[in-house]
């Protein structure tokens, strides 16, 4: 049981180019998260998902993209990699709220740390 | 959901009790308070959550205060491995996604 897996766990990009960070879970949950952590910073999240097939904005949407074409991935997207994008991005997973999973806390990656220059 | 409040740093002795508080005056009656801590460079760790009543695990004790305002994450005998980032964030359960807002956090520095 791997838990949550991110990938790559580091990149470097050129200004303008584009990439896709993939989280993979396999504990079956039904909402996956993206967030980026600026250094000394807390968390802010990018996007989520409820489920498969479903997206939703964040608190910092903006030049990213996201997808949930399988209930155990979630890929997020540079189109144009930014400097302003350098930091550390980390996707979480957590069961719906239904039962015994109401309360459920969410289940973190280790990160990938992405530097656009 | 509601914003939190924590000290930016502190510190404790090795084998000592580190108590770190949170301020959640804003907190609505169906916000539970949770727990995580960061240990460098690795994802967020879930601690410990709870609604009004003190709660314990095999990690920590959550002691959360009559009116709800504030809470206490209390690590009874703090190691050199506590020395992390805590976040303490108040979350919704009634909603369809566990958005959570996590703040700057605590950075606790157990000393030997």
């Known amino acids: 049981n791997a838990g949550v897996t991110q990938t790559p766990k580091f990149r470097v990009l050129k200004t303008g180019q584009s990439m896709t960070l993939l989280c993979a879970q396999d504990m079956n949950h039904e909402y996956m998260y993206w967030y980026r952590q600026d250094p000394g910073m807390g968390l802010r999240l990018i996007h989520y998902?409820?489920?498969?097939?479903?997206?939703a904005k964040g608190e910092v949407p903006d030049g990213y993209n996201v997808s949930r074409l399988k209930k155990q991935n979630f890929l997020l997207g540079l189109e144009s990699a930014a400097p302003s994008q350098t930091s550390v991005y980390f996707c979480?997973?957590?069961?719906?709220?239904?039962?015994?999973?109401?309360?459920?806390?969410?289940?973190f990656g280790n990160g990938t740390r992405l530097t656009v220059t | 959901d509601a914003k939190t409040t924590q000290p930016t740093s502190m510190d404790c002795a090795e084998g000592r009790a580190a108590n770190l508080p949170c301020n959640h005056s804003?907190?609505?009656?169906?916000?539970?308070v949770y727990w995580y801590r960061q240990i460098h460079s690795q994802g967020p760790q879930y601690i410990i959550h709870?609604?009004?009543n003190n709660e314990t695990n095999e990690m920590a004790s959550l002691i959360i205060t009559e009116d709800r305002k504030s809470s206490t994450l209390i690590l009874p005998h703090a190691t050199l491995r506590d020395t992390a980032v805590y976040y303490c964030i108040v979350r919704v359960l009634n909603t369809n996604a566990g958005k959570s807002t996590f703040g700057d956090g605590t950075t606790l520095t157990v000393k030997p």
């Open positions: 804003t907190i609505s009656g169906n916000e539970y």
């Open positions: 979480a997973s957590s069961p719906a709220r239904t039962g015994s999973s109401y309360n459920s806390p969410l289940h």
């Open positions: 709870g609604l009004k």
């Open positions: 998902s409820v489920g498969e097939g479903t997206t």
